[in-house]
Nanobody, 119 residues
Framework: QVNLVESGGGLVQPGGSLRLSCAGS????????MSWYRHRPGKQRELVAR????????SYADSVKGRFTISRDNAKNTMFLQMNNLQHADTTVYYC????????????WGRGIQVNVSA
């Protein structure tokens, strides 16, 4: 059974930092690209950051570039999102996704973790 579990969310003041984790199980973690998404009220779901299966390549939404860093530890089947200089606009639920597109499309989602940025 595939399982993706996010952790590390919570309440932080503007300008603060949080580190999200996404632990995967039930699939070949190192063969999947991993991503973080968020869905802010009134906006479309946004791809926040994505990292290649080997961790060599990362990409970011313009809204988080320079503030967020995505990484992964394939030995521990875990992906991370270091979020610095958090702003109120970053408040929402963050989801991790595992994806692999070979003979068939495979996508797995976590349940999400709440991040609140407030003074």
């Amino acid at each position: 059974q595939v399982n993706l579990v996010e952790s590390g969310g919570g309440l932080v003041q503007p300008g603060g930092s949080l580190r999200l984790s996404c632990a995967g199980s039930g699939f070949s973690f190192s063969e999947f690209a991993m991503s973080w998404y968020r869905h802010r009220p009134g906006k479309q779901r946004e791809l926040v950051a994505r990292i290649s299966s080997d961790g060599a390549y990362g990409s970011y939404a313009d809204s988080v570039k320079g503030r967020f860093t995505i990484s992964r530890d394939n030995a521990k089947n875990t992906m991370f999102l270091q979020m610095n200089n958090l702003q109120h606009a970053d408040t929402t639920v963050y989801y991790c996704k595992a994806s692999r597109y070979l003979q068939r499309d495979e996508e797995y989602w976590g349940r999400g973790i709440q991040v609140n940025v407030s003074a």
